[in-house]
């Protein structure tokens, strides 16, 4: 049985900021995870391919506030730069 993947240690190298917003992308990145992992069965953020993270943007957020999708924007653009991908997202 293998150990449920660790987010928060995914992220801690390129995580800056309060605690509260470091807290809130973790928090954000795993409800990326888990929306990406129901539609496509990818577990790990290692196995996501760019339009799964811009499918997540377009339509699992579009009926969010424009502040939400943009705090959301910031937390994918964290897990593309920890993933060491020149992936570009834009609202």
Do not use: C
Request: aromatic residues 14%.
């Amino acid at each position: 049985m293998s150990k449920p993947f660790d987010m928060e240690l995914f992220l801690a190298g390129v995580l800056t900021g309060s605690h509260a917003t470091r807290q809130r992308h973790v928090r954000q990145a795993k409800i990326i995870m888990a929306e990406i992992a129901g539609r496509w069965q990818r577990e790990t953020p290692w196995t996501w391919q760019k339009k799964h993270v811009a499918w997540f943007l377009k339509h699992r957020m579009s009926h969010r506030s424009e502040a939400t999708r943009y705090y959301y924007l910031l937390t994918a653009r964290l897990l593309a730069r920890r993933l060491n991908t020149s992936w570009v997202f834009i609202l």
